[in-house]
């Protein structure tokens, strides 16, 4: 009789722990975008090439990704889309693989390609670029994560950063 109310109170508090196991798995932050300090965003003029017959521009993203949890998580993937003066530039889905420790920061490049036949309503941005100026961007979005046994929740669409764009020659 004894062993039976003893393995019931283990079953009851293990029943405990996986409920509060379960809650635990909505309480997730989503990582923390910003443009990396110093890294600004760049804009490349492209070719014509197979992929572009008109050619377009590369732009690269330098992002801070801060992981504002008290536990470790591996950035999965980050399906976005890149506006620059708030028209649509370009969508990109990056199925990443970055583990990172709580509270752990790390910088990381998101490359776009941007095809001119897709810009039509960018052509004030693109005059100002090729004149040496700066265009913001915003780059919004969802974020996949996988935090091993508290789930695989994805984050969005939200606001992942915002900034300033310019030519690198």
Do not use: H
Request: charged share 15%; aromatic share 6%.
């Amino acid at each position: 009789m004894r062993f039976a109310c003893i393995l019931t109170i283990v079953g009851t508090l293990s029943g405990a722990g996986c409920a509060s196991l379960g809650g635990l798995s909505t309480i997730i932050q989503p990582p923390r975008f910003e443009q990396a300090e110093g890294q600004p965003a760049q804009l490349r003029i492209l070719g014509p090439s197979r992929s572009m017959p008109v050619g377009g521009a590369g732009v690269r993203l330098w992002l801070k990704v801060t992981n504002p949890n008290a536990f470790g998580f591996t950035l999965s993937t980050i399906n976005a889309a890149l506006s620059l003066e708030g028209s649509r530039a370009a969508d990109a889905d990056f199925p990443l693989g970055l583990p990172l420790s709580a509270r752990q920061e790390s910088i990381i490049p998101l490359d776009l390609s941007v095809s001119f036949a897709d810009l039509p309503g960018l052509a004030s941005a693109l005059r100002r670029l090729a004149v040496g100026g700066s265009v913001p961007y915003d780059l919004e979005g969802t974020v996949g994560v996988d935090a091993g046994r508290l789930g695989t929740p994805t984050f969005g669409p939200m606001l992942l950063t915002r900034g300033e764009m310019r030519v690198v020659r």
